[in-house]
């Protein structure tokens, strides 16, 4: 019979003695996030700076994903939790720093690297996890309507 092929966890990578490492990275990189938008602003007063969110990396719901994303179902509800840190330090930021924060999480619900529709490659694509050109369309339009 042909066993499934499954790849061990990572979690354990991250979490160790009550600590996890991602959500402190998380936190770490947020002074330099600000620095980044402060800087922006500084330089181009004038502009509309505009931070845009990750979008969906892994299926919304569930701890499945498919051939291609190479992730064990354990880890799959860990790493979209990380992937909702990160995009709720970015909105937070955005709004310390009065810059517009653009949701491209939400709207690529759906569009996941699984999905028929994806609008970022898979793990085994080239580039891995980056966007496709539907994503980059999607997300280019997601901008320009915060944008007025």
């Not at 990572?10 to 490492?21: E, F, P, T």
């Amino acid at each position: 019979s042909k066993k499934a092929l499954t790849f061990g966890t990572c979690k354990g990578d991250y979490v160790k003695g009550g600590v996890d490492s991602l959500s402190a990275r998380i936190t770490t990189i947020r002074p330099k996030i600000d620095q980044v938008l402060a800087a922006a602003k500084a330089r181009a007063p004038e502009a509309r700076v505009v931070l845009y969110g990750y979008p969906t990396l892994l299926p919304m719901t569930g701890s499945t994903t498919c051939t291609g994303m190479t992730f064990a179902s354990s880890d799959v509800p860990y790493l979209r939790s990380k992937q909702a840190e990160l995009n709720t330090m970015l909105k937070a930021a955005s709004s310390s720093a009065k810059v517009t924060y653009v949701d491209v999480y939400g709207p690529s619900a759906g569009h996941d690297p699984c999905s028929s529709s994806a609008w970022v490659n898979r793990v085994i694509d080239l580039p891995p996890l980056h966007p496709t050109k539907a994503g980059q369309t999607a997300t280019g339009n997601l901008i320009a309507d915060a944008l007025g």
